[in-house]
């Protein structure tokens, strides 16, 4: 089995890649150029890896590369994971989070078409769909009301892989996926920037950690997890959009009371509240139902919002060490 995941070096694409590799898949990864090529590959290199990933240079503005790659790869199965993800980024940079976060996926939908319709398809839909939440909890049925244009590109591209799938028949499923997070978590999202925090704050290189709404509540599980319900989707016979949560939601405070309360620091010596990290429109609180993804796929969350993020404090900790030394 051939596999071709977009957003390759990013969070998601290091675990789905761990976990496809272990189940004996040919992983080829669409990887943009960049200019600091010798750490592009980081998140796979943690993992031991980077190596066995095959790199294909391409964009997911660029539908001819898709193509091309599409011809020469042909995958069984296409994860486009790529994206301009960061939500905060979005209202600064919306017409180029539109054009990659919702125009490349139907770049990615248009070349499986085109030149590999017999791939399955898995687009990386997102809670933040949800935005201004119409239920209290979120399930497959509830209405959408995206609340930055991160969330209005996730939206379109949702809804183009429901329709190339009713249109054309493809085998494309949407993950509406909560927050996930790791030690593998881009520096600039909420957790790990609190783990990276409460790490440097207990060796003694910072004192304080600067913060936006602390109020905000979040349904956090580990990415380790959500990219087996990935895989899981692109096994049905029949493909479908699901949920992926874990149930639970925490505010932002209760989450640094947990990185900091695991070096043995009361986060509220250290947290200021920094005005310059509000976002011009906020999710409140998002708390998914994983109902369907257990029922149908047999996929629950198995690790507590506690143990990862002792893991990700303690993932920081030894970065930092190892720099110090
Ligand atoms: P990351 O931000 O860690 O990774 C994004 C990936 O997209 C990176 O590999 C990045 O490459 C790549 N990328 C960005 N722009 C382009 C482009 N123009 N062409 C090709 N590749 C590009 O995200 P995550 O791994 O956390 O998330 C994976 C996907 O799931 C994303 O689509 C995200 O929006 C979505 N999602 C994530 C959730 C989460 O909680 N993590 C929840 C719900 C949805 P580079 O390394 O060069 O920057
Ligand atoms: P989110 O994740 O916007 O939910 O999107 P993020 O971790 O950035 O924010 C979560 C919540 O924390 C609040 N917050 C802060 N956030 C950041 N980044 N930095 C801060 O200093 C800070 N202080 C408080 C935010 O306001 C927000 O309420 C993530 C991304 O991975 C998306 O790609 C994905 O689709 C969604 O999760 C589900």
Redesign the pocket.
């Known amino acids: 089995m051939r596999v071709l995941i977009?957003?390759?070096?990013?969070?998601?694409?290091a675990y789905l890649s761990q976990l496809l590799l272990g189940k004996g898949y040919e992983v080829f990864g669409?990887v943009?150029r960049?200019a600091s090529a010798d750490v592009?590959d980081e998140r796979l290199r943690w993992l031991g890896i980077a190596g066995k990933v095959h790199m294909v240079d391409g964009?997911?503005?660029d539908l001819s590369a898709l193509i091309r790659t599409m011809q020469d790869v042909k995958p069984d199965e296409v994860y486009n994971?790529?994206?301009?993800?960061f939500v905060k980024s979005s209202w600064q940079q919306p017409l180029l989070t539109g054009q990659?976060?919702g125009i490349?996926a139907v770049n990615v939908l248009e070349a499986v078409r085109i030149a590999r319709p017999q791939a399955k398809f898995y687009q990386?839909?997102?809670?933040e769909m949800f935005g201004l939440i119409q239920e209290p909890v979120q399930s497959e049925k509830t209405p959408f009301y995206p609340r930055s244009p991160y969330a209005a590109a996730?939206l379109y591209a949702h809804w183009m892989t429901v329709n190339y799938r009713e249109s054309f028949g493809l085998h494309a499923s949407n993950g509406i996926?909560?927050?996930?997070e790791s030690p593998l978590r881009?520096i600039e999202f909420v957790t790990r920037k609190v783990t990276d925090g409460a790490a440097r704050i207990k060796l003694g290189l910072a004192t304080e950690l600067k913060l936006g709404n602390l109020d905000a509540k979040r349904d956090w599980g580990h990415?380790r997890d959500y990219v087996q319900a990935m895989w899981l989707m692109l096994q049905q016979e029949t493909p479908d959009d699901y949920v992926v949560a874990t149930g639970r939601t925490v505010t932002v405070r209760d989450m640094c009371r947990l990185a900091f309360g695991h070096v043995g620091l009361n986060y509220e010596e250290f947290v200021k509240v920094d005005p310059a990290f509000m976002r011009p429109a906020e999710v409140d609180v998002l708390l998914g139902d994983p109902a369907k993804a257990k029922a149908k796929l047999g996929w629950q969350a198995e690790t507590s919002l506690e143990t990862m993020m002792a893991e990700m404090v303690d993932a920081d900790l030894f970065r930092h060490r190892s720099r110090m030394r």
Do not use: E, Y
């Not at 990386?124 to 809670?127: D, E, K, L, V």
């Open positions: 977009t957003g390759v070096t990013g969070q998601d694409g669409l943009r960049s592009i964009n997911l503005t994971l790529g994206a301009q993800s990659v976060t490349g990386a839909s997102s809670s996730k996926l909560f927050n996930h881009g990415a």
